[in-house]
């Protein structure tokens, strides 16, 4: 792995990455910036088209690694930008667009024809965007839109720039493979991890959008439980898929919960504080956490009452869990499911937590990922046995 430090969309950001990856994966798979369309892979269709230091590339076809210390631009990056918000209006207006899968790469190579053509020319507007396919408009509207754009700029007495920017030749056309690699280069913004970007007391209270209850029984005193959930880190490795990302403190814990969904893997990363009351044995945890990947945040809230069973030997655990999802995951859950997922993890947790508090050193180790499809096929598959038993005890 190579660690591969650039700016992509005006932000610092330093990752590893293998030195065979392109450059559209890097965006892609690693910053979640998938306007940036892959089409043949090889640098003949356009659908991947970026700016690399100002000038349209090939992302495909260009390696991340050769990209160090350049200014990278996705079509995510053109949002505000003045030429190409004139030519998404101009795209519409010409009806230059179907089914949209090449009109990312189409707008960044038609944006560099806009700011350096002098004129609405169509066969040098058909030349310029002769390396960006489109199987559905017949490019027509798209060479009318361009061409429209270009007319009003220039009309606005906006001159074209020169070479479109480009001060030198280099490789994938960079204009900074030119520049004398002897001034000294500014410094770079280190990227602020996403634990860091949760401040310190900006854990809040919130009024969860599910609440779900559930409980059950330790052979344990209800003394002993009440400490053993006073080790933070002794209960984050009952639960499946936790992690602490650093040392608990008493006003704060940070964390990882890595969910696996078939194909969609995130990881919550995120912060909690813990509270507790000894005179009533009960407690309560408020967290808040973000995947990035998924674009998907939660907020989460577990109250905890301990009560005493057989004359205080056994303890039975009464916990009342909130939360609230945002996002693209947000978009998986149903309510009758979710329960049944809660009712198994906090079986587990308990099966974990009793093995732990009695010191049983064999027993299934607690998963790194929490995988949600493994848990859903049990569920199903209890269901269908509850189903098939009502159906054969009414027989």
Known sequence: MTTIALNVNKQAVELSAEPRTCLADFVRDKLDLTGTHLGCEHGVCGACTVLLDGVPVRSCITYAVACEGADITTIEGLDEDEVTTELRAAFTREHALQCGYCTPGM??????????????????????LSGNLCRCTGYV???RAVQSVIEARRARSIAPL??????????????RAAADRSEPQPARQSPVPARESIAPGSIADFTPATVLDQGFTLAHPPAKVFAMFDDVAGIAACLPGVSLTSPPRPERVEGLIRVRLGPIAASFEGAARVERDPATLSGRIVGIGTDQRSHSATQGEIRYCLLPLEGGAATAVELSIGYTLTGTLAQVGRPGLVRDLA???VADFAANLDRHMSGVPSGPKTSAELSVWSIVSDVLRARIARVLGRRSGAG
């Not at 700011?115 to 310029?128: K, M, N, S, Y």
């Open 107 to 128: 707008l960044v190579s038609a944006r560099d024809l806009v700011l350096r053509l002098p004129d609405a020319d169509e066969r040098r507007i058909r030349v310029g």
């Open 141 to 143: 509207g798209i060479v």
């Open 162 to 175: 020169t070479n479109g920017g480009r001060t030198g030749l280099g490789p994938a056309g960079s204009g």
């Open 343 to 345: 009712r198994r993890l």
